[in-house]
């Protein structure tokens, strides 16, 4: 076990990446061994349709370093982290991109973070490469709410980090079946450090978000740190009734002047604002226990239909 003492494992999960495996996996190992890194690198195949994991495999016959985890179907992003987390036997667990927009030439950088003696060594977005304005706008949006609500800042996070094995052992402790990797990450605390990287571009395929995913991807995250989006609901509850009030004055003055039947517009327009504020927050509240419901449930996060190399 003494060469697994300072082993790097590499966690990568993978969705239809069938021409990103072979130049992934090269492109790190050059780097790595000049830079004398000892690793293992675990393709989390995320039930790619296309032929992932047969490179995989392929890879794998050929190369020691080369592990392999396959998904009976896509169970996400998240849920491949974590189940590369399960399986990495190294001292300290990298996770990356498998499209490269991760640089690996910053890699030996972070291990050697870590030989210092740092136990969380974050990747932090220098520049979000390129994407539309909107996204970025959406993005940055996305990561304030998120700060506010985890407490840890968040606006530069990426999934691009190096654990140490207790922080992966803390993490992979933690029985919630929606993680939030980049955010837990921090969470967990232990001596972090922060390394700058510029996101590359994607040059093999495409990515695997659209706007809807994203927006999705974006509402779970922010319930399963908070209750806030909750206290909204009191917080509107709350503004109702003070115009209630003032509507309620002004009613009862014109019902004991004598002109009392002027106001149809007003009764319309409360119905309708009324009628939308309770439907929001039922569907707030619904959010919430839907999440419940897929806690309790205490399903798996993820089911492995293949292996290889482990
Ligand atoms: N990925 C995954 N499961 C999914 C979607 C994506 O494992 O359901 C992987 C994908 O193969 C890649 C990484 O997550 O290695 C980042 O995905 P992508 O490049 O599509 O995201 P972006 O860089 O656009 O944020
Ligand atoms: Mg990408």
Known sequence: MQENSKLLSIIIPAFNEQDNIQ????????????????????????????????????LSREFDEIKGISFSRNFGKESAIFAGLEA???ACC???????????????????????GYEVVEGTKSSRGQESP????????????????????MSDASDFKLLD????????LLP??????????????????SLPFEVQERTIGSSKWSMWSLVKYAIRNITSFS????????????????????????????????????????VILLQLIIGSVLMISLGIIGHYISRIY?????????IISKRCGL
Request: glycine residues 6%.
């Open 294 to 302: 897929d806690e309790i449930k205490g399903r798996p996060r993820y």
């Open 176 to 193: 919630e079946r929606a993680p939030f990797f980049r955010a837990l990450s921090s969470w967990v605390g232990f001596r972090t450090v």
């Open 88 to 90: 990495a036997s190294g």
């Open 23 to 58: 130049r992934t996996f090269h492109t790190i190992r050059q780097i790595l061994n000049t830079a004398l890194v000892p690793f293992e690198i675990l393709f989390v195949d995320d039930g790619s349709k296309d032929m992932t994991w047969p490179r995989i495999c392929e």
């Open 165 to 172: 094995r207790r922080a992966v052992d803390a993490l992979l």
């Open 227 to 266: 209750g806030a989006p909750m206290q909204v609901v009191t917080f509107l509850g709350w503004l109702m009734l003070l115009a209630s009030v003032v509507l309620g004055v002004q009613s009862l003055y014109r019902y004991f002047s004598g002109t009392a039947l002027e106001g149809f517009t007003t």
């Open 134 to 153: 909107f996204h970025t706008v959406c993005a940055k949006g996305f990561y304030k709410i998120i700060s506010k609500v985890t407490k840890v800042n």
């Open 94 to 116: 990298l996770i990356m991109d498998c499209d490269l927009q991760h640089p690996p030439a910053v890699v030996p950088e972070m291990y050697r973070l870590w030989l210092d």
